[in-house]
């Protein structure tokens, strides 16, 4: 196997972790964004926690997993990237912290200030993780002024503008949608009744957050269409993209949210791909000099620890899939309170 061909395949597992993550954290993150807004008393509050109380840290260890391989297969592109995005991944870490601290430390107490505290931080931890993710997507689409030891040479304040922040909020406004539609699957009676319509509300701002970068993507940011005039067969995949979204709200109005999820998922998964075939073969592009951008090829692992890393997804992928697949089959089915319960 040469080695091209080893950084092309690590590269396309590094976005199946990206899109596993996006995908099924993005839905507990949608449930913390939406939080104090859905739940009205302090049993829909627990029982809104319970939906995605058993399947949360699960979730992340595609994140962890996403952070190892990047770190193992493309330890410059690793640094560089951690390098410059220190300060958001910190924001980042407590955001998570405070998110995961929030659901086991929520009912330990019964205080009304005791509970409120909590779900401050559940929401603000969520809403803020998801709005960090999007403001990192939309600023390595433009991407960083580096040098050519790949040390990143602006401020934090330099990576926000109006299309990173446009991608942020687009993301918070995805993310919540793709919530709502888990947790009405998972709820019943008024609260499930209220979700229908913030399923519809998540969605319109969803859509109009989704134009609006769309243009602004393909008007000013040249690297998000530069491949498709070298493989017009990619037009085929904002087509699909379009087809999902349109079908979320199809899906919706006839109260048959299972599809809804599907397409949502499928939705977030072609957005991901997207943003990696933008970014291709690029990991982390240089905006002041092309030759010093950091890409699969110069900034990946020797062939030996690519072939081993292969060796270890062989026998590690399928232990997550099924860890996974066991942990849903067994919570599966309509939210409810218990002894154990958050």
């Known amino acids: 196997m040469s080695t091209e061909l080893l950084c092309i395949i690590w590269f396309i597992l590094l976005n199946v972790l990206l899109i596993g993550y996006a995908i099924l954290d993005g839905f507990d993150l949608g449930v913390g964004i939406l939080h104090p807004f859905v739940a009205k008393t302090d049993v829909e509050r627990r029982l809104v926690m319970n939906s995605i109380g058993p399947l949360w840290d699960g979730n992340e260890v595609w994140l962890v ?75 390595l689409m433009q991407g960083l002024n580096i040098s050519e030891l790949g040390d990143y040479q602006g401020t934090m304040l330099d990576m926000l503008n109006g299309f990173s922040i446009n991608v942020g909020l687009m993301t918070v406004a995805l993310l919540a949608m793709h919530g709502s539609i888990y947790l009405y699957m998972k709820t019943e009676g008024e609260l499930q009744d209220r979700l229908f319509h913030w399923m519809k509300g998540t969605y319109f701002a969803f859509l109009a957050l989704f134009i609006v970068v769309t243009l602004w993507s393909t008007l000013f940011v040249p690297a998000s269409i530069h491949h498709f005039s070298d493989y017009p067969i990619l037009w085929l995949v904002p087509l699909l993209n379009f087809l999902a979204i349109a079908n979320i ?29 933008a970014l291709y073969p690029n990991l982390l592009p240089a905006t002041n000099n092309p030759e010093y951008s950091i890409t699969i090829f110069n900034g990946a692992s020797s062939p030996l620890t690519q072939k081993i890393g292969l060796l270890i997804v062989a026998i590690g992928m399928p232990m997550v899939l099924s860890y996974t697949a066991i942990i849903y089959w067994t919570f599966r089915g309509k939210v409810q309170l218990g002894e154990n319960s958050y």
């Open 249 to 277: 709200y199809r899906a919706i109005q006839q109260k048959k949210p299972f599809y809804a999820f599907i397409s949502s998922c499928f939705a977030i998964a072609v957005l991901v791909f997207l943003f990696s075939a």
């Open 65 to 139: 997993t996403f952070g190892g391989a990047l770190f193992a297969m493309f330890p410059n592109a690793y640094a560089s990237i951690f390098s410059a995005f220190y300060i958001p991944f910190v924001a980042l870490l407590f955001a998570l912290i405070f998110r995961a601290v929030s659901l086991e430390f929520r009912s330990k107490r019964s205080g009304k200030a005791w509970r409120t505290l909590w779900d401050i931080l559940f929401f603000t931890g969520s809403t803020l993780a998801a709005l960090l993710f999007g403001v990192a997507i939309g600023t």
